[in-house]
């Protein structure tokens, strides 16, 4: 029975950490219909841009609303900005999903609404390392 207890004690514990799945985006695959991971999943546009041009844009419109809030923290530079989620280096992005995301990102209102990775990209794993200089 304690056995049973504490196994059921870390798993909530786990869950009360945020502890997620990640799996999804470490990979880069692509799913089709809702994803529930508490992430917004904004619609491809099918055209593609570089990580480092979408890593550009997205760490300029997180860092701009961080300065507008005023939040205190750090975060990675580019191109660890994607990478940290994302793993696979130099592969293309979504241009649409990298646009609604750099909105998403400059509509928060809050600092504790403004998280790196609330918004998921779609990135493109085949075309590494087509996606740096």
Known sequence: ??????????????LACGEIDRS?????AATTGPVDDGRYHPDPSGEQMTE???CATLYKAYTDQ???LNCV????QCPA????????????????????CSQFYADATA???????????????????????
Not at 73 to 76: E, P, R
Request: some cysteine.
């Open 73 to 76: 923290g750090t975060i990675h």
């Open 111 to 133: 600092c504790d609404t403004l998280i790196p990775d609330s918004c998921a990209l779609i990135p493109y794993p085949e075309t590494a390392p087509n996606g740096c200089p």
């Open 81 to 100: 900005f994607l990478r940290s989620i994302y793993v696979t280096p130099c592969m293309n992005y979504d241009l649409g999903t990298v646009t609604a």
């Open 52 to 54: 480092t041009a979408a």
């Open 1 to 14: 029975l304690l056995a049973v207890l504490t196994l059921g004690a870390l798993t909530l514990a786990a």
């Open 24 to 28: 999804e985006f470490v990979t880069g």
């Open 66 to 68: 961080q300065l507008d």
